[in-house]
């Protein structure tokens, strides 16, 4: 097990004289020190735009802003233009949405988050492909729909909801083999297992930074280079031009043409220290710390009458959450007490994937996510509690 806590400042506060159990990792991620310090570094000593002027701070910052570029091409093996500052995931999955030409035919799951599910639209041409209890998706009837003509296929590394991991290599390979592109939503992946694009040979990946351990506002989209190449402009401003006379305009480079006005600076800043923390650890590390918590939370929940586990019941299988139901209490009641009694935070509803309880008929479940900083302590506070408020149906 990892041993970061003293890394994390907020883990010192507590609440009515107890500390506080983090269990909504899935939702946001605690920040280190490190990137706090990131932050107020920027604010405090090197505050000026990025890519416009030649003075000190504004080379400074320029220099700072890029070298996070250069980090997060590194953790996941691309070039540095393949990589696109955007607000988050959800940006992402709507820049491929309104900016690739020719996405007329899409597929997705019915686990997806609903930023994976909207932006594609309904009717028609647009497919969802069921998944069973577990969350795994209908191999067989991704084929039969791949087969009858797809452009894209936009699907989640892991479900934000239950958990589950999909075999995205399988799932990319499939999907080429039948001339479709593949998006992947890797915002729970991310933060959690290496990935290397090129093995992957994924056309596009969006994650966000808020999700392992940077500031929130700021995200990547992963984009083979060609594709770049052939995606339009949806906002025009500053930065993303090279020269604008009055009879019009020519582009910069990508991936520059596609991050108009001025950024979060301080955000992709923060990210950077976000990355090389992570780098420090090892996402390996990270991916083994969150197995052995999901794994223990498992078994710990499962010995509990009247908790019903839903999703992977493989950790192999399973991401850092672990979804439950409680009989004879709704999800959002279970939340509240978790919190009232013992500040132990975790995620109550359909956790942005609606389509996913009703394909698998579940009411709202209650969402117990993990990242570095979580211990098998405070799985066992979760349970113990839980067992406390049980006893009194």
Known sequence: M???????????????????VYLD??????????????VTNFYTLHTANVHRAVHALAEEATEQFEDTRRVLARLINCDEN?????????EAINMVHRCYPGLKRSVTTAIEHHSNLLPWGFGPDRHIVSVDAEGRIDMDALDA?????????????????????????????????????????????????????KELDVDFLGFSAHKM????????LYAKA???????????????VDQVHREGYTLQEVPHRFEAGTPAIEAVIGWGAALRYLAGIGLDNVHEHDRELVT???NRLSDIDHVKLIGPTDPQRSGSAVSFQVDGLEAHGVARMLNNRENIMVRSGFHCAQPLHESLD????????????????EVDSLAQCLEAVIQFL
């Open 145 to 197: 729909v791949l087969a009858g003509g797809i452009d894209l296929v936009a699907v989640s590394h892991v479900s934000n909801a239950i958990g589950a991991v999909q075999p995205i290599k399988d799932i990319i390979d499939r999907a080429h083999a039948a001339g479709a592109l593949v998006l992947v939503d890797a915002a729970q992946s991310a933060p959690h297992l290496p990935l290397d694009v």
């Open 25 to 38: 990792s899935a939702a946001t991620s605690l920040k280190p020190r490190c990137v706090i310090d990131a």
């Open 82 to 90: 393949e990589a696109v500052f955007v607000r988050g995931t959800t």
């Open 296 to 298: 223990y939370a498992r």
């Open 213 to 220: 351990l940077g500031p929130g506002g700021i995200g990547c």
């Open 226 to 240: 060609e594709h770049l190449d052939k995606m339009s402009t949806w906002m025009l401003g500053g930065h993303v």
């Open 2 to 20: 990892l041993d970061v806590r003293a890394d994390f400042p907020i883990l010192e506060r507590q609440i009515n004289g107890k500390p506080i």
């Open 362 to 377: 579940l009411l709202p479940t209650v969402r117990a996510s993990f990242y570095v900083y979580n211990t098998k302590e």
